[in-house]
């Protein structure tokens, strides 16, 4: 199957595809994605980070300078936060044209159980000032990008970062942060696309003025074009996404599935509002009907899973879909709306299927 | 950049390229691959095993069938073993014309700290007669590959399962075998190409025929069309891999490096000898220099560290390379040798940096 009338991907988009990866959507059946199958997407490279020498420093417009070893900052109120992070590209490989970069198709997605210390307390311990606008947070890892060498960082309003419940993780589902996922620290800020959760944290600066840095004014905007001025990404719109029934082919990833009744099931988030609806098609998106919610993990920021009862009982092609409501009324799409970047696409998944 | 002049990867290659992943190139830096950057190939789906009622069943031409449950394994004599594990399609997306499959480039490598139990004294103990030939490897993932419906299943010769020193590994780096590489248990056969190691094991049957099963007469042959029967893919031919230096352009990947004297390093391993010599070329394959072995990992089958002091005091593209050989006397080549299924491509890497 061809993309459209692509030319297809190049060998640029093949090298951070083999980087990179996505959760196999079979891991759905997880409410907490294990280790090596949370979607993963590295701007530079991984840094070998030496945690005895390693220190997060917190400076700019605060009334104390502070500087933090790992076995300080772990000595602190220990906090725990299940979170679903998916990365803005998510399905940008979908979008025509393609927008050349990560090419993601649905499931760059994934949910841990982040632990360390809460972010708030500690800026409220520098004393942030009243004049104070972003707060930049900066890793250490660093590259090119867009011709600009650059440290990855990416910077919150002043009142995100005070009041978003954001953790700065030490460990991710109860085990030492995995080098690929920032050790010894990396910023998650819950219900935020993952570009926001700057990994291998080395400083943290509040600014009196907004932050211009790359990663907020060139990359993760959304627009049209290149003279346009776009808004940012910023919180993960309403999604869903099916674990595939049945069985797959190797090569096609098309999906077999035996006559009878059969209980489909997957997991739908908001980075906006808790999610309130999750509805299923088995006709491609025509007809559609509630499915059944679960809520597993605590709190607003983790996906909830579904299930539906289908009767797969007419043999042929069948295209499955899920589409999640959030409490502010947000609905996924049938169809993505392009942008230069390939940002957001939150259209409705579809997952073909033959029942035999 | 274009693939050569190929019409470039498909959706079908994107979407294994998206579940399946490498190891980048920067985690040759660990002896031990962290978990979740080892590389990962998986044919069907990660099935979702409960391990109180899971068995490992043996049988098939042994004189006591055996039955054992995770503890009864656990209960047996611990084993450990540092191995290198290769996918033996590593390196296909780089052939030309370039075969249909999950289009690896050249990174799809790992070396794990496997624990287990040994698979030699299980067999005895199950008591293999004098005419058996192959032993086989059953999976739990199931899944459709060339029209043929089919659990993921592999042999080896007899001789190779007794002395080869393989392992049911139910441990991974010192934790419990992660759902994608085989939960609860799976063979490690040190020395072979990964699809030998029979993930989320099922069942040993050991045969008095040679085993026919479509992942050793249709898979994983070495043969120039579908006529030829071909050779079995068998153990790994010597490879050798840099870390490459400086740092990325995210997008491109190309390397940009400060003048100055540095060390470039790498990671070299065979599976049919110990590594004898690894050589590198500053200048695309032209000319070469011994670089430094150090051996980190204790046996034969882990991979050895390599170093190499390089004056990069010229402005300007350099292509660097980096070639094993074994104590066989086996060689990397400078191009590769084509095949049908793109397999043992171990030509030599070429990493292409700019001394800015």
Known sequence: MALGSDPGITLDELRLAARNHAMPLEALRWAITPVGLHYLLIHYDVPLVDPRTWRLEIGGAVERRMTLSLDELRARPRVELAATMECAGNGRALLEPR????????????????????????????????????????GLDRGVEGDVEQSYERSLPVGEALESGAVLAYEMNGVSLPPQHGFPLRLVVPGWYGMTNVKWLSEITVTTEPFTGYQVTSGYRVRKSEDEDGRPVTRMRPRSLMAPPGMPDFYSRDRIV???????????????????????????????????????????????????????????????????????????????????????????????????
């Open 99 to 138: 927008p050349v970069s990560q090419p993601w198709l649905t499931e760059a997605v994934g949910t841990a159980r982040w632990a360390g210390v809460a972010l708030a307390p500690l800026l409220e311990e520098a004393g942030v000032g009243a004049d104070a606008v972003d707060v930049v947070f900066v």
């Open 258 to 356: 035996d006559p009878g009744r059969l209980v489909l099931e997957g997991r739908a988030w908001s980075g906006r509002a808790p999610v309130a609806r999750v509805e299923v098609s088995t006709d491609g998106g025509s007809t559609w009907a509630d499915a059944e919610i679960t809520r597993e993990l605590e709190g607003p920021w983790a996906w909830c899973g579904w299930t539906f009862s289908w009767d797969a009982s007419q043999a042929g092609e069948h295209v499955l879909c899920s589409r999640a409501t959030d409490e502010t009324g947000d609905t996924q799409p049938l169809e993505p709306e392009w942008n230069l970047g390939g940002y957001e696409n939150n259209a409705v998944q579809r997952v073909p299927v033959v029942v035999r």
